[in-house]
């Protein structure tokens, strides 16, 4: 069985500017304290995210494929994989980000699937399921006070 996690927002922001927050490293950096990045914004291209830096090293690491770029609306990612140094390595999940503009504000779907049983898949979904509606706050908070 394959679960899947979605959450939305609305945020008084372009779609162009959702998406760069999403794609920019310092963007990254600033809203969701993602400590190094490389991402090629092209279909096919490499998405790749790190947070928390520690003497001992990187502790989570997001790595995935852009499937689909679209720099007005449209961000989707395959084979993601999620390492972190306490854990297997889990994967491969899809993550879809897509924006619907209106004439002031836009609403952001995220969608990320991929789940499978065990107990390690079943401790990432609750953290997903989690954490997705606190980082769109995050986003939004930032979006909105820029």
Known sequence: MRLFVESQIRIKAS?????????DIEDLEKWWGVYKAFVQ?????????????????IKFISTGRIRFFDRR????????????????????????YDIEEHSHYSIL??????FEKGP??????????????????????YLENL
């Not at 779609?15 to 794609?23: D, K, M, Y």
């Not at 995210?49 to 001992?56: A, P, S, V």
């Not at 779907?109 to 991929?114: E, R, Y």
């Open 15 to 23: 779609s162009q500017r959702i998406l760069a927050a999403f794609t």
């Open 41 to 57: 914004k092209k279909d096919g291209g490499l998405y790749t995210l790190t947070w928390l830096r520690t003497i001992e090293g």
């Open 73 to 96: 609306s449209h961000l989707h990612l395959e084979d993601v994989l999620y390492i972190n140094y306490d854990k297997p390595i889990l994967g491969p999940f899809t993550i879809t």
């Open 109 to 114: 779907k995220v969608k990320q699937g991929g």
């Open 120 to 141: 390690d898949h079943e401790w990432y979904y609750k953290a997903v399921t989690e954490g997705w509606p606190e980082a769109l706050v995050m986003l939004k908070t």
